[in-house]
């Protein structure tokens, strides 16, 4: 038989099981915990001899106390410290959420961002928050944000839709940066029935002008089975690995295919996509099992 205490002790200890599952997905995974996390790959036609290492940085959702200026600026400390030869922005540096207690405007996290340094240069391609909280974009149904005018006023080099050839060691690549899939809000008050993409895939991949290899950033992940072999790696974030994840799945994911871009390195027809878990939160604070994360890109 179950005693009065038993139970209370059950009770009791469940609560504070819930307490702690809580108090850890709440506040000790999205603010206190920060991993590196590594893939390397050598695509399809890449070009024998060159090394190339990409460091990621995707979903910052600038808000306090979870995403400060002050944590953002020790994320690029950090990011720089990993010997990248670029860095890359993968969107949604605005907040995208309600829980906060300030936003930071976006003079403030620029300028943190503007700590990152690489030697072939810092690039960013914008997200959907950027565009959803820029009433004048909304209104504009394009042109640009907010984000997009902080990035480049702090010297980062901001893509929509365009495509730029570097080079590493006299070695050529290509890097195209896609502009939102979501970037237009639907309603009456913008007279737009459906959210609306400002992607243009084919109009940026044709000014790919050698055969040297290409590196595709692209907020959503959705887009990946329309870019063709010639891209060697997609980078996206967005999904946030679902936020919550385990046994390698997750259950919630911002995307039309499910769990199948959630979060990782997938391999589709030998093309390869690299899914960021990303660094902030948006909708509520909480992140489990997909701790926020740098991420390292050994191509070669
Ligand atoms: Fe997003």
Same mark, same amino acid.
């Not at 979903?59 to 995403?67: G, L, Q, T, V």
């Not at 000014?207 to 055969?211: E, L, M």
């Given at each position: 038989m179950i005693t009065r205490r038993d139970f209370m002790k059950f009770v009791g200890g469940g609560f504070a099981s819930a307490m702690a599952l809580g108090g850890y997905a709440f506040a000790f995974e999205p603010l206190a915990r920060l991993n590196v996390t590594r893939y390397a790959l050598t695509p399809p036609g890449w070009t024998p001899g060159l090394k190339l290492r990409v460091v990621a940085l995707a979903?910052?959702?600038?808000? =306090? #106390?979870?995403?400060s200026a002050s944590r953002i600026a020790s994320i690029c400390r950090q990011a720089n410290d990993l010997g990248g030869d670029i860095t890359v922005l993968l969107g949604d540096?605005?907040?995208?959420?309600?829980? *906060?207690t300030r936003y930071i405007h976006s003079s403030e996290w620029s300028k943190a961002l503007a700590i990152l340094q690489a030697p072939l240069g810092v690039h960013a391609v914008m997200g959907n928050h950027d565009w959803w909280e820029d009433k004048t974009a909304q209104r504009n149904g394009g042109g640009t944000t907010f984000a997009h005018r902080a990035l480049s006023d702090v010297g980062i080099n901001v893509y929509s839709n365009r495509a730029i050839r570097l080079e590493k060691d006299g070695q050529g690549f290509w890097l195209a940066g896609l502009e939102d899939q979501r970037a237009l809000i639907a309603g009456k008050k913008w007279k737009r029935k459906h959210i609306q993409g400002l992607d243009d895939l084919d109009g940026t991949l044709a000014?790919?002008?050698?055969?040297d290899p290409v590196i595709l950033l692209a907020h =959503? #992940?959705?887009i990946f089975p329309r870019?063709?072999?010639? *891209?060697a790696l997609t980078l996206s974030g967005?999904?946030?690995?679902?936020q919550v994840r385990f046994l390698g799945h997750? #259950?919630? *994911? #911002?995307?039309?295919f499910g769990d199948r871009y959630a979060y990782g390195h997938v391999i589709e027809d030998d093309r390869s996509l690299i899914i960021s878990g990303g660094l902030g939160c948006s909708i509520a604070p909480i992140r489990f099992g997909v701790p926020p994360e740098i991420v390292v890109v050994d191509l070669g």
């Open positions: 979903d910052i959702h600038a808000c =306090e #106390p979870w995403m540096y605005a907040t995208g959420m309600n829980f *906060v000014q790919v002008g050698d055969s =959503e #992940p959705d870019v063709p072999t010639r *891209v967005h999904t946030h690995g679902g997750s #259950p919630m *994911v #911002p995307s039309r």
